[in-house]
């Protein structure tokens, strides 16, 4: 086999990362094909080489795709990396047809968590009670979905924005990463009040990241439960300082009694926070950029008080966005379709079906998430039905997919709108 030709980029800690993420094999395996991937530094005018670790990266056809939204190609940077490599292709870039894709689920452990998202939602939890996040459909670094079933097993969702990203996006342009990030919260304990950047001042991170552009839809909700979402009126930067310095953040924050079913939409920029007692399905920009600016005074497991982050937090508030409330569902012209939430960053629908329907056929991706009964899709390679908890990625090439509930289904439907650009 050929060597691939060589490519120069940027590195840095994230790009590493990358790097090790999309990984189609793994070391020893390649090294059994007779292949010999290296990755070496060069110093530039400014900083001295840095040996980096061998590691393996996926040969994909015209160029090299990394998990994150890297691309290994001519770049400007303190020093730069080589990249050779003697791969077989992985199978992800084998042309057999896309089909409705299921992914093994990431468990985020928190201090806030608990076992709801294995009691109620099915996820298969360890010991301890403190099971936060279910990352759904992910590709934000080293946090990739990895395809379970079907010709594609195995497969990390940045492969496939690399390798087929044209039948992944359908209608969009071409992505550096999958723009969408879906995962389920079980609030067992209430989290830190907390604020998210907009785009253009993630892009000034390093490394850059996306915004947080969010949607909540509440699956749960115990008495007494509340969701902080957006500032009082009147509330500006210095009363929010005020209050935090004073341990009483809270005080600038509006509050309400969620029920079951209500949608929460928080623009980058809103103050929020998810009380006790909630499980939640979120849907948001692919980003995991957050600004702790207070958290409840307590202390995180090592019995010291988690990091805040408040300065920035400052900086990023949206102090003219107010208080924030459920979003009163709106009607498509489909009495089993209602929308929930439309903004420039995602749609959000929910169906409820009693008989089949088909979905798709609009040249783009859905996220289909089940959160009540029972659901069969047309083509899945999973062996049994979507259940509550289950999630499903239908790529623009699919087409139409028929829909099946096993009686009363409930799921939430999250794609791109028609302009969307990129992330």
């Known amino acids: 086999m050929p060597l691939a030709p060589r490519w120069s980029a940027p590195v840095d800690r994230q ?15 390649a090294h059994r094909a007779g292949s010999s991937p290296i990755i070496s530094t060069r110093p530039s005018p400014h900083n001295r080489a ?48 896309l089909y409705p894709l299921r992914f093994r689920p990431i468990l985020r452990r928190y201090i806030w968590g608990g076992r709801k998202l294995g009691s109620v939602l099915g996820k298969e939890l360890g010991e301890g009670d403190d099971y936060a996040e279910s990352w759904e459909v992910v590709d934000h670094g080293e946090d990739q979905s990895v395809v379970t079933d079907g010709p594609l097993a195995g497969a990390t969702l940045a492969e496939l924005v690399a390798g087929r990203g ?13 723009p969408l990030l879906l995962k389920f919260l079980d609030a067992n304990r209430k989290l830190s009040l907390q604020v998210h950047p907009d785009d253009q001042r993630a892009r000034r991170l390093d490394p850059p990241d996306l915004g947080k552009t969010e949607a909540w839809v509440v699956l749960a909700a115990e008495p007494d439960s509340v969701i902080y979402a957006g500032l009082k009126p009147g509330v500006d930067r210095q009363q929010l300082a005020q209050h935090i310095q004073q341990g009483a953040a809270q005080e600038s924050v ?8 209500d949608c929460v939409f928080l623009p980058s920029g809103v103050v929020h926070a998810i009380g006790a007692g909630l499980l939640i399905a979120e849907i948001q920009q692919a980003s995991d950029t957050t600004y702790r600016l207070f958290d409840w005074n307590r202390v995180g ?7 805040l982050h408040i300065e920035q937090g400052l900086e990023a508030t ?76 239908l790529p623009a090439a699919v087409g139409e997919v028929e829909l099946s509930p096993l009686g009363a289904v409930e799921f939430l ?8 650009s990129k992330a």
Not at 63 to 85: P, R, W
Not at 166 to 178: T, W
Not at 340 to 352: G, Q, S, T
């Open 15 to 29: 790009t590493v990362r990358g790097l090790a993420a999309v990984l189609g094999t793994s070391n020893a395996e």
């Open 301 to 307: 497991a090592d019995g010291q008080p988690r990091p």
């Open 254 to 261: 509006h509050r309400f009694q969620p029920r079951p079913g």
């Open 166 to 178: 044209p039948e992944l996006f359908g209608m969009h342009p071409p992505q550096p990463r999958f």
């Open 413 to 420: 439907d999250a794609y791109l709108p028609q302009d969307f």
């Open 50 to 97: 840095t040996r980096l670790p061998a590691l393996q990266v996926p040969w994909l056809g015209q160029s090299v795709k990394l998990a994150g939204g890297f691309t290994i190609a001519a770049g400007d940077a303190s020093f730069s990396a080589v990249v050779a490599l003697q791969l077989p292709k992985p199978k992800m870039c084998a042309m057999s047809p």
């Open 318 to 393: 949206d102090y003219a966005a107010g208080p924030v409330y459920p979003q009163p569902p709106r009607p498509t012209g489909q009495s089993h379709i209602e929308r929930l939430v439309e903004c420039e960053k995602f749609v959000l629908d929910r169906w409820r079906l009693d008989g089949p329907r088909t979905l798709g056929g609009d040249h783009r991706f859905h996220i289909v998430s089940v959160i009540e009964g029972q659901l069969t899709v047309a083509g899945d390679a999973g062996k049994q039905p979507l259940a509550k908890g289950s999630t499903v990625l």
